[in-house]
C-alpha cells in the first residue's frame, strides 16, 4: 500500500457475526457477547461474516436520540454473503459491531438480498467519517 509519509490508516472497524447455537466444526471459534436491549448473552462465530471491505457507500442521517442512523450498501460479494446468512440463519440474531462496539443486533426474520443494511441510531457522529474511509481503503 501506498501512503503519505506520516499518514495513518483509517481507525475504525465494521464486522458483521452471526450468532450460533451449537459449537460448530472443530476448529470454529466461538465468542460470548453481551447485548443490551434486551439485556442477553449470546455467542457468536468468532470469524466475521462482513467487514468494511463489503462496504461500496455509507450514508448517514441523525436521530431525534442524538445517534446517528447508516444506510450501507454492499459489495456484490457482500451481498451475496448477506443473503446466504440471512436465509440460513433466520430466527438467530446478527450482531453488527462498529469499532468493537455493539451497535446493532436484530433477529434474523427476513431474507437480505438486495445488499442494503440500516442500522439505527446507535452509531456515534464522530464515527462515520472513519467508517467511510476505512470502507475505501480496504477497497483498494
Known amino acids: 500500500m501506498v501512503g503519505v509519509a506520516g499518514s ?15 459449537q460448530g466444526a472443530p476448529g470454529t471459534q466461538i465468542l460470548p457477547v453481551s447485548l443490551l ?15 468494511e471491505r463489503d ?9 431525534e436520540s442524538g445517534g446517528v442512523a447508516l444506510r450501507l450498501t454492499l459489495s456484490e460479494h457482500g451481498s451475496t454473503v448477506l443473503n446466504a446468512v440471512t436465509t440460513d440463519n433466520q ?8 469499532n468493537g462496539r455493539v451497535v446493532y443486533a ?8 438486495d445488499g442494503i ?10 464515527e462515520v467519517k ?7 481503503a480496504a477497497r483498494k
Do not use: C, W, Y
Open 8 to 22: 495513518k490508516p483509517p481507525q475504525s472497524t465494521f464486522r458483521v457475526h452471526v450468532q450460533t447455537v451449537e
Open 37 to 51: 436491549n434486551p439485556p442477553k448473552q449470546i455467542m457468536i462465530r468468532a470469524q466475521p461474516e462482513l467487514s
Open 55 to 63: 462496504i461500496l457507500k455509507v450514508e448517514s442521517a441523525p436521530t
Open 91 to 98: 430466527g438467530r440474531i446478527l450482531v453488527f459491531f462498529v
Open 106 to 113: 436484530p433477529v434474523i426474520d427476513k431474507i437480505i438480498n
Open 117 to 126: 443494511v440500516i442500522i439505527p441510531g446507535a452509531v456515534a457522529a464522530e
Open 130 to 136: 472513519p467508517l467511510e474511509e476505512a470502507a475505501k
